[in-house]
């Protein structure tokens, strides 16, 4: 899935679309909690998953990170 990530973040970049970008994070967050608390209630072993995760978690926030910061546009 972390190809199809990069494709779909960089589709997004190349669109300059902040928010979809934000908003795959904050579900990939999302997943990344429900998925730990999961596996500390069920005994399985899924740590695959949160590994995948956390991947794709970081290839979108460093998309993100060469947005310039929404807070730096001051007005004159």
Do not use: C, W
């Given at each position: 899935m ?38 500390a ?36």
């Open positions: 972390t190809k199809a990530i990069e494709h779909i973040v960089a589709g997004y970049s190349k669109l300059k679309n902040r928010k979809a970008l934000e908003e795959i994070r904050d579900h990939r967050r999302r997943l990344l909690m429900e998925n730990r608390m999961s596996a209630s069920s005994g399985f072993n899924l740590d695959r998953i949160t590994t995948d995760l956390q991947e794709e978690i970081n290839i979108v926030e460093a998309a993100l990170s060469r947005f310039p910061d929404v807070g730096s546009h001051q007005p004159n």
